[in-house]
T-cell receptor, first 113, second 112 residues
Framework: DQQVKQNSPSLSVQEGRISILNCDYT??????FLWYKKYPAEGPTFLIS?????DKNEDGRFTVFLNKSAKHLSLHIVPSQPGDSAVYFC????????????FGQGTRLTINP | DVKVTQSSRYLVKRTGEKVFLECVQD?????MFWYRQDPGLGLRLIYF???????EKGDIPEGYSVSREKKERFSLILESASTNQTSMYLC???????????FGEGSRLTVL
């Protein structure tokens, strides 16, 4: 049972344009959401997060939007740069209990020059 | 600078061998985690630990065990490696109640 889903395995975007990566979740107990970026042969690195009490969080070129009623979040990157080409993972954490993160399947983003 | 170090970046083992994957963090984190990453499946949690000598099963613990004798070190053990354990293994650590996990660079294991 996949509690966090990234339905797009890959996404290709022109440099300078906006990249939008999507993530859906099924568990109502999730209260904190994160995006990680991963380059080949490296570990994931934290990008941006959002608490369930907010609907938007912005950090430079990166903005995460959360729609709790739809159980959906998205990551916007604008403008997209070649160095943004990587695999992006959405992750979520439950309010109580284990402090583990549940990850989605990942989306491979390719920025074309 | 925070650091999670995994002992081996690349390993090749034979079916049936015992495999140890070591992870050390220098951030004094209480929580430590082992995930595996497979194409199309994302990161799946194998085991995690809240404290020394404490361990909890994750989503896919079968075929694995762990050891945490010191706060900074968390080991993943494959008692008898099988070909379906060929994967990228990722160690992570965090403070309690912190959202963010810090990951190591990963250990790519191939079981022949």
């Amino acid at each position: 049972d996949q509690q966090v889903k990234q339905n797009s395995p890959s996404l290709s975007v022109q440099e300078g344009r906006i990249s939008i990566l999507n993530c859906d979740y099924t568990n109502s107990m999730f209260d904190y959401f994160l995006w990680y970026k991963k380059y080949p042969a490296e570990g994931p690195t934290f990008l941006i997060s959002i608490s369930s009490i907010k609907d938007k969080n912005e950090d430079g070129r990166f903005t995460v939007f959360l729609n709790k009623s739809a159980k959906h979040l998205s990551l916007h990157i604008v403008p997209s740069q070649p160095g943004d080409s990587a695999v992006y993972f959405c992750a979520a954490r439950e309010i109580q209990g284990a402090q583990k993160l549940v990850f989605g399947q990942g989306t491979r983003l390719t920025i074309n020059p | 600078d925070v650091k999670v170090t995994q002992s081996s970046r690349y390993l090749v083992k034979r079916t049936g061998e015992k495999v140890f994957l070591e992870c050390v963090q220098d951030m004094d984190h209480e929580n430590m985690f082992w995930y595996r990453q497979d194409p199309g499946l994302g990161l799946r949690l194998i085991y995690f630990s809240y404290d020394v000598k404490m361990k909890e099963k994750g989503d896919i613990p079968e075929g694995y065990s762990v050891s945490r004798e010191k706060k900074e070190r968390f080991s993943l053990i494959l008692e008898s490696a099988s070909t379906n354990q060929t994967s990228m293994y990722l160690c992570a650590s965090s403070f309690p109640d912190a959202g963010e996990l810090f990951f190591g660079e990963g250990s790519r294991l191939t079981v022949l």
